[in-house]
């Protein structure tokens, strides 16, 4: 699913861009300080989150946009690992807000995450300091590719093993 005009969203900084995420599909948000999260691959990080390993990415990375430092955002959709939490850094977190009207954005436009970026908004109508006059809707659903999802399943797997042996 993807946030739509009057939806719900956490609204948030990538680089200089503003994004929008369904805030139905978060399931928690926190500082980055406050998770215990350490590097494993090249943009892949094990998020210590319960008793689990949470897969995580850095949104800025994926999008080609520079690394964010901010916040984790912990997600959960049925399409993607069949619901199983998975994690984005973001920058700053600046609101949660309902979309104002949303266009579709050509899925040329951001080649690299073809439909991950689905629509634009104006931002002069968010009571939130925004430094830009416009954001994107970031549809997690088609944020990860096939790759990702394929290391991100062996993160969880091999964390799996290793309860399985201590059990």
Same mark, same amino acid.
């Given at each position: 699913? !993807? /946030? $739509? !005009?009057?939806?719900?969203?956490?609204?948030?900084?990538?680089?200089?861009?503003?994004?929008?995420?369904?805030?139905?599909?978060?399931?928690?948000?926190?500082?980055?300080?406050?998770?215990?999260?350490?590097?494993?691959?090249?943009?892949?990080?094990?998020?210590?989150?319960?008793?689990?390993?949470?897969?995580?990415?850095? /949104?800025?990375?994926?999008?080609?946009?520079?690394?964010?430092?901010?916040?984790?955002?912990?997600?959960?959709?049925?399409?993607?690992?069949?619901?199983?939490?998975?994690?984005?850094? &973001?920058?700053?977190?600046?609101?949660?807000?309902?979309?104002?009207?949303?266009?579709?954005?050509?899925?040329?436009?951001?080649?690299?995450?073809?439909?991950?970026? $689905?629509?634009?908004?104006? !931002?002069?109508?968010?009571?939130?300091?925004?430094? /830009?006059?416009?954001?994107? &809707?970031?549809?997690?659903?088609?944020?990860?590719?096939?790759?990702?999802?394929?290391?991100?399943?062996?993160?969880?797997?091999?964390?799996?093993?290793?309860?399985?042996? &201590? !059990?």
């Amino acid at each position: 699913m !993807t /946030a $739509s !005009t009057g939806a719900l969203a956490l609204l948030a900084q990538i680089g200089d861009l503003v994004i929008a995420i369904d805030a139905a599909e978060i399931a928690l948000l926190r500082h980055i300080s406050d998770l215990a999260a350490r590097r494993v691959e090249h943009n892949l990080y094990a998020i210590e989150l319960d008793d689990e390993i949470v897969p995580g990415w850095d /949104a800025g990375e994926l999008l080609g946009l520079g690394a964010c430092d901010a916040s984790w955002v912990i997600a959960s959709l049925p399409a993607v690992y069949g619901g199983r939490r998975f994690g984005l850094r &973001v920058g700053r977190c600046i609101a949660v807000h309902k979309l104002p009207a949303c266009e579709p954005i050509p899925p040329s436009l951001f080649r690299a995450r073809a439909g991950a970026i $689905s629509a634009g908004f104006a !931002t002069q109508l968010i009571a939130a300091p925004l430094e /830009a006059p416009s954001g994107v &809707v970031l549809d997690l659903s088609r944020l990860l590719g096939p790759g990702e999802l394929a290391v991100g399943a062996r993160l969880r797997a091999q964390r799996e093993a290793v309860l399985d042996r &201590v !059990t």
